[in-house]
């Protein structure tokens, strides 16, 4: 069975720096991985995935993941970190299109 | 583009009652999704739909839970009897295709409280 850790419950960054959250997962079989984000009373929305090629993914709003297979983490990043990025993040992974699971999230906090 | 749309957007019932969630998906998605999530936890995939089939249930309880998708097109999900611990918000989502390598869509939940 899959599984995601996420194993920072809050992180929190200053404005303009780089930010990362991380992300590990169990899957058996090549992973698709992805990353959501849920913004204060909005629903939960895309920002990036990963299924094959390059192991660096860019998505939405300047965010990028690094697959490592060795290390079977997909971690998020921004280098520089805006206070309109303070939201509730979540990894998910899914096996061969089954199976899809969420990580229990991170809070990200971007102070002024 | 409309979004996914779910009604009702909150509903409070005693336990032992039922109650139904619907949701419509975005127009020409053909797979469907819920999920349920508890406060503090990432969403928990109940069920998932290819059109009006369904691809993975694992995790729906079964004895209490429901779901159908008759035309392929809008879903409901119905909790009979309802426990305290179905209290959580009830997500659908939609991707167009090809299941889950395609981001998911998803609408505002439903916020159901058992007391």
């Known amino acids: 069975a899959q599984s995601v850790a996420q194993p920072e419950d809050q992180v929190n960054v200053a404005e303009g720096n780089p930010l990362t959250v991380k992300c590990t997962y169990s899957?058996?079989?090549?992973?698709?991985l992805f990353w959501y984000v849920q913004y204060p009373n909005r629903g939960l929305q895309f920002l990036l995935k990963?299924?094959?090629?390059?192991?660096l993914v860019k998505g939405s709003y300047g965010f990028e993941a690094e697959f490592n297979k060795s290390q079977t983490s997909f971690h998020l990043k921004k280098p520089s970190a805006l206070v309109s990025d303070s939201a509730l993040y979540f990894c998910?992974?899914?096996?061969?299109?089954?199976?899809?699971?969420f990580g229990p999230g991170t809070r990200l906090s971007v102070l002024p | 583009e409309a979004g996914v749309a779910q009604s009702p957007r909150y509903k409070i019932i005693e336990k032992r009652q039922s109650v139904a969630f619907w949701c419509n998906p975005i127009?020409?998605?053909?797979?469907l999704y819920w999920y349920q999530q508890i406060l503090g936890q990432g969403p928990k995939l109940l069920i998932q739909?290819?059109?009006?089939?369904?691809?993975?249930d694992s995790q729906l309880p079964k004895d209490r839970f429901s779901a159908e998708r008759l035309k392929g097109v809008d879903s409901t999900l119905k909790i009979q009897p309802a426990k305290l611990e179905d209290s959580a918000v009830y997500l659908c989502?939609?991707?167009?295709?090809?299941?889950?390598?395609?981001?998911?869509?998803f609408g505002p939940g439903t916020r159901l409280t058992v007391l």
């Open positions: 989502a939609s991707s167009f295709e090809g299941s889950t390598y395609n981001e998911q869509f």
């Open positions: 899957v058996s079989g090549n992973p698709y």
């Open positions: 990963y299924i094959t090629g390059d192991n």
């Open positions: 998910a992974v899914s096996n061969y299109g089954q199976n899809f699971v």
């Open positions: 127009s020409g998605h053909a797979t």
């Open positions: 739909f290819q059109n009006n089939g369904v691809v993975d």
